[in-house]
């Protein structure tokens, strides 16, 4: 059949098609819980789909009903203002294939409130802890600069948060004053992609987070290279 009817079957099609791939995501992304590549596809999505746009008009003040829930109050020490997407993206990894509604994420956000409240939340966090890796000096270009790495988030798109800090006294920060570091990950087959670069700041560890581009299994190291592309830092994973 040809003729613009059955060119409007077609987008009809592949809209609903593209619609059963994201119809769960509206929560995650209410809650700001999706990477950013996720956020992007999906946003690319409520830009053609009136039944999403629709939902997350419908609830687009939760978020702000949730930052508005004291949980400071509520806990020995306040719990890091990523824990509940954390949390969110772990339930959303493993969804089983039926409505993830914002019926039962308000459920699951006020269930959180209440494990707050009785610190069970701050134990799971303990056993969760993603474990801090100290970057190796490489020659003798590493003297006074150290770094550690922790890879976060899911193993199939982790987040590579890097520390980077300076000795004090005569030998620790570096030896020009604008002297910027530039953080590289490599993986299994010898590719490397840049993680963007940072100028020290005396007195203060450096902190930056970026998405591999590899899932985790991929990765074989991470280093720091110097403003003259001199390796300063390694880690092997
Ligand atoms: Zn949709």
Redesign the pocket.
């Known amino acids: 059949m040809t003729g613009p009817g059955a060119g409007e079957g077609a987008a009809e099609r592949e ?1 609903a098609d ?3 791939r ?2 769960f995501d ?1 929560a995650a992304y209410l809650l700001d819980a999706l990477e950013p590549e996720q956020r992007e596809a999906f946003e690319g ?2 830009s ?6 629709d ?1 997350v008009a419908e609830f687009g003040d939760l978020p702000r009903v949730l930052a508005r829930a004291d949980i400071s109050a509520w806990v020995p020490e306040s719990p890091p203002d990523t824990l509940l997407p954390r949390l969110l993206r772990q339930v959303t990894a493993s969804r089983r294939r039926r409505a993830w509604r914002i019926g039962s994420l308000a459920a699951a956000a006020a269930c959180l409130l209440a494990l707050l409240a009785t610190g069970a939340v701050l134990g799971w966090q303990n056993a969760h802890r993603p474990q801090t890796l100290a970057m190796q000096p490489v020659g003798s270009n590493a003297v006074g600069v150290h770094a550690t790495v922790q890879l976060v988030g899911s193993d199939s798109s982790p987040r590579v948060k890097l520390a980077c800090g300076y000795a004090g006294g005569s030998g620790g920060y570096p030896r020009r004053a604008d002297t910027s570091y530039r953080m590289m990950i490599f993986n299994h087959r010898g590719e490397r992609v840049d993680l963007g670069s940072w100028t020290p700041q005396p007195d203060e560890d450096v902190q930056i987070t970026r998405t591999s581009p590899w899932p985790r299994s991929s990765i074989s190291r991470i280093e720091v290279f110097d403003d003259r592309g001199e390796p300063v830092l390694r880690l092997r994973l």
């Open positions: 809209l593209e619609h059963a994201f119809e509206d999505h409520l053609r789909c009136p039944v999403c746009r939902r």
